[in-house]
């Protein structure tokens, strides 16, 4: 599969240091038990953050008189070093304001030590830790590379945290999660890279000494302790260690290591006799330090750990991901310059594979020589005669990496001979920009002189068996090539049949050939305008697919008689009373917008049928508007009495009727280039355009509304194709 220069980096990257990865994750997870162990010692004070120099120091003095340091370690706990009332020397903790003795140093844990030592430099010393500072930037390198992938999916960073849908279990938590972990990684990965350059002196981190001017020392004005500035304006909280002077003598002072620098302090005046700031970089190293071992929170540390084991996962789903997408290479029998069907696949994980694959495969059964390649491989086939697109969209609208050239690739490679084409679209309705690729594939397909549509484009919404079903019927009834509904599709092998009655056939043989027939039966409740009834004429796998109007709780088709037509012929021997065996296919993708501010709806000849039911269907009184073309005035006959009653009703606002046999000789797609402005309105104000009817016209019409939509709007119609507001059932 066509791979981008992100997915390739992201890859290569992985690839060549998960074994370290995964050392250092599970090591990482270990430490972060460390600062939560020190935690849980009993050695930390309440109302620490709020305690000075001028409390402490005093207090501190005053119960070990000998008191020669004190340090603050990263848990906030005080120890001391002095001489105990005993005459004994003494390290440990205390409470700062009292002196109490809280507890001494614990041993090391023998577990941590040998786990840090082997974190840091892998019991190599200087070049372990060398190849550890390689693999925290190549981890930095990583969640760089996985934020633009997860920016280019999304389709820019405002959408960055949008619902992704749930193509597989590796697939959809190597984002979910690694959109959560991705800041704590990104602070694993960019701490322990400084802190391995800090490590081999790459930033300046050397500390100046502080050098004090004896003869200028003064002794006066004497201040106590506290009542000195700079302990008053100093926390414990900022301190990292305070070294006691040796004497009562003026030029012995305090020596006070802050965060960010080192001060002396004149023990008689207060005053400040030296002061060295820290570089930067020592700032930095102590903070990547604390970020990247957890040691000042036990929140922080949790998290640490959680992180560590998300990159755990992430080696396991990333690796799941790419050996899915080798799975899906495809070893061709036929070469593409000598088949006569050529599928094309537009994926990013993979997903759409295993149906084109199963189209392949059955195609190759049937004696055809099938060819399938990615988008991204198009060129000239000459001897191709079908051409199928099955495409997903990536992210929000995108193009999959693997048909991100095919547009291009179109224009530049025109077929010298007429090929019937079909696009299947791939998405979730999760996404605002449902299959807008298919949609924008199908619309430049169809500006091809070479491209003939076999069908109108169809959608399958999250993998759905059935939304796959109804384009292989589709497509099979059109070509004459049967995809079955085989096991490899996860779809039945058999449909169960049920019974209608004829109450009524017009069969009046007009001169365009068209009527109408009435069915009714049992239980209609499921059943609604915009479904699909299909019928088995001789009673065989031959089956013929035909759009339902739902009036009067009886479904109503309307047909067009065709010469030798298998389908039409059969239903234009119906006679009323009489039974025969059909099913429902369910056509959600095409059901009335009942939520739809305004409705549009246009056809041509017996594209009209599931209108007719829409409208009787209306009992919100959604404003609707009809658009139909015919060949003759009195083709309109059939249907003037449901449209009459549907004007009467308040449920059809409008009527508008093109002949194209007659008259000013005009076609529907007439009519709407007369109404740009109003065309517009409908589609601002999320209202929603309905076609059905031969490809043709859709193909007209289309045509039309591409030029007002851009022309007024900037957008084109697979921008409002994808966001379900102009619908599409033509054929």
């Known amino acids: 599969m066509t791979i981008s220069i992100w997915r390739y980096s992201h890859l290569a990257l992985a690839v060549s240091s998960f074994l370290l990865l995964t050392l250092l994750s599970i090591t990482g997870i270990i430490l972060a038990f460390e600062p939560i162990s020190q935690k849980t010692q009993p050695f930390g ?139 704590p990684i990104l602070i694993i990965a960019i701490s322990g890279t400084y802190l391995s350059l800090a490590r081999f002196d790459i930033f300046d981190i050397k500390k100046n000494s502080i050098k004090v001017d004896f003869d200028n020392i003064k002794s006066t004005p004497v201040r106590k302790a506290t009542e000195i500035s700079v302990f008053k304006n100093t926390k414990l909280s900022e301190v990292e260690s305070v070294e006691f002077p040796f004497s009562e003598d003026v030029e012995d002072y305090y020596t006070i290591k802050l965060k960010d620098r080192e001060i002396a302090v004149n023990q008689i005046t207060g005053d400040i006799l030296s002061e060295v700031v820290y570089p930067k970089a020592v700032v930095y190293s102590n903070l990547s330090l604390d970020l990247h071992t957890g040691r000042t929170s036990i929140v922080w540390a949790l998290v640490l750990a959680v992180a560590a084991a998300n990159i755990l996962f992430f080696i396991y789903s990333g690796f799941a991901i790419t050996l899915k997408r080798r799975a899906n290479r495809v070893d061709n029998k036929f070469k593409a310059n000598e088949s006569n069907v050529i599928i094309l696949i537009g994926s990013e994980n993979g997903s759409t594979y295993r149906f084109a694959k199963a189209v392949h495969q059955q195609l190759l059964k049937q004696g055809q020589r099938s060819f399938i390649t990615e988008l991204n491989n198009y060129t000239i086939f000459p001897k191709a005669e079908h051409l199928i697109i099955i495409t997903a969209t990536y992210g929000l609208g995108n193009a999959p990496t693997n048909a991100a050239k095919f547009f291009n690739l179109l224009k530049k490679y025109p077929q010298g001979q007429n090929i019937n084409y079909s696009v299947l679209g791939f998405g979730s309705h999760a996404y605002p920009d449902f299959c807008q690729f298919a949609f924008e594939i199908n619309n430049f397909l169809s500006q091809q002189t070479w491209a003939k549509p076999l069908i109108d484009v169809h959608t399958v919404n999250d993998r759905s068996p059935q939304e796959f079903e ?73 089956e013929r697919l035909y759009s339902i109007g739902v009036i009067d709780n009886e479904i109503q ?23 025969m065996q059909a099913r429902i296919v369910y056509n959600k993708h095409f059901h009335f917008p009942a939520k739809s501010p305004e409705v549009v709806m246009i056809s041509n000849g017996t594209g009209i049928a599931p209108f007719l039911g829409m409208i009787n269907q209306n009992k919100a009184n959604v404003p609707c508007h009809l658009y139909c073309g015919f060949r003759h005035s009195h083709s309109v006959d059939n249907y003037k009495a449901v449209l009459n009653q549907g004007k009467a009703a308040g449920k059809l606002q409008h009527l508008r009727v093109a002949l194209s046999r007659e008259g000013n000789k005009q076609y529907v797609s007439d009519l709407i280039a007369r109404d740009p ?20 016209m859709q193909r007209d ?27 599409t059932d033509c054929y």
């Not at 209608?500 to 409740?525: C, H, M, P």
């Not at 088709?557 to 039974?579: A, D, M, N, W």
Request: aromatic share 8%; hydrophobic share 40%.
């Open 45 to 183: 004070v309440n109302g620490f953050s709020q305690i000075t120099l001028a409390k402490s120091l005093p207090a501190l003095r005053k119960a070990y008189p000998d008191i020669s340091e004190l340090t603050v370690d990263a848990n906030q706990f005080v120890k001391i070093k002095a001489t105990d009332t005993n005459g004994k020397n003494l390290d440990a903790f205390v409470d700062p304001l009292s002196g109490k003795v809280l507890g001494t140093t614990p041993k090391e844990n023998d577990l941590f030590e040998t786990v840090r030592s082997l974190h840091r430099s892998l019991f190599l010393h200087e070049v372990g830790r060398a190849i550890i500072g390689v693999t925290a930037f190549l981890l930095m390198l990583i969640t760089t590379s996985g934020i633009a992938l997860i920016i280019q999916r999304q389709r820019g960073i405002r959408h960055f945290f949008k619902r992704i849908v749930r193509d597989s279990f590796a697939q959809y938590y190597h984002v979910v999660l690694g959109r959560l972990s991705l800041i």
């Open 470 to 542: 109804l384009w292989a019927e589709a497509w099979s009834q059109q070509s004459g090539l049967i995809i079955e509904a085989s096991a490899d599709l996860k779809m039945p092998q058999k449909h169960k049949l049920k019974s209608f009655t004829v109450s009524s056939n017009t069969a009046t043989g007009t001169e365009d050939g068209a009527f109408s027939v009435r069915l009714k039966t049992k239980r209609l409740q499921k059943v609604t305008s915009g479904d699909l009834l299909a019928i088995y004429p001789a009673n065989d796998n031959r």
């Open 557 to 579: 088709l309307s047909v067009r008689l065709h010469e030798h037509g298998l389908g039409s012929g059969f239903l234009h021997r119906l006679t009323v009373g009489q039974k």
């Open 677 to 696: 402005d109003f065309m517009v309105n409908v589609l601002s104000t999320k209202g929603t355009i309905m076609i059905c009817g031969s490809l043709a």
């Open 701 to 727: 019409v289309m045509d039309v509304l591409e030029g007002i939509c851009k022309t007024k709007t900037g957008k084109g119609i697979s921008y409002y194709q994808s966001h379900n507001q102009i619908l």
